[in-house]
């Protein structure tokens, strides 16, 4: 891995533990080597992400549709940014240069980003480990949700398995380093 595409908010939440969670990852990221790949915003859980990794030195790309440059304060101190046309190609080019994803607390958006980045894992479209950071139990309800979704028979138990979760920055980065992707795209050839 070399680059781990961060999902978050572009608000800051209503607890300063989110914003040091969010800047502690960045950090530890960054002392492991690895670059980060984000949103492009300045401002919220994005903005501190940047922020962070860029005062310790490292790399950050940013990738942001064009019409929300302005709203979401284009991060113009990134070592790349890159102006889309649109969300999905926004998604397309962050999935495309990441090796990895972790989301961080956020709003529809970051489920947004999330979800679609374990479905085309699931799908078989790539095998990058897709994690959550749970800082503060934020994740808590989401993860009740996803196993009742495996229990009433919806998701799988393997494909339930394929989202990575810790509440601490350098055990989660250990998960994804270790990660093997199962055969999630199997099943859609069992069904042909």
């Known amino acids: 891995m070399r680059r781990i595409a961060i999902y978050c908010g572009s608000s800051r939440g209503n607890t300063p533990v989110f914003e040091t969670s969010a800047a502690d990852l960045a950090r530890s990221l960054v002392s492991q080597g690895f670059g980060i790949v984000y949103g492009g915003g300045n401002v919220g859980i994005m903005g501190i992400v940047a922020d ?7 790399e950050v790309i940013g990738v942001i549709p064009e019409s929300l440059l302005a709203k979401e304060l284009g991060h113009q101190g990134c070592t790349e940014l890159h102006i889309t046309q649109s969300m999905h190609e926004r998604k397309q080019l962050m999935v495309d240069l990441s090796d990895a994803f972790i989301a961080l607390p956020g709003g529809f958006g970051t489920l947004d980003e999330l979800f679609e980045t374990l479905t085309w894992l699931q799908l078989g479209f790539h095998g ?3 994690g959550l950071l749970n800082v503060a139990g934020f994740f808590d309800p989401l993860l009740t949700f996803l196993d009742h979704m495996t229990a009433t028979g919806f998701l799988k138990a393997e494909h339930r398995a394929s989202l990575l979760m810790e509440t601490d920055p350098v055990a989660l980065l250990q998960s994804m380093k270790t990660f093997q992707p199962h055969t999630c795209g199997k099943w859609i050839k069992e069904l042909v």
């Open 128 to 130: 990058k480990p897709v």
């Open 52 to 58: 962070a990794a860029l005062a310790a030195g490292g």
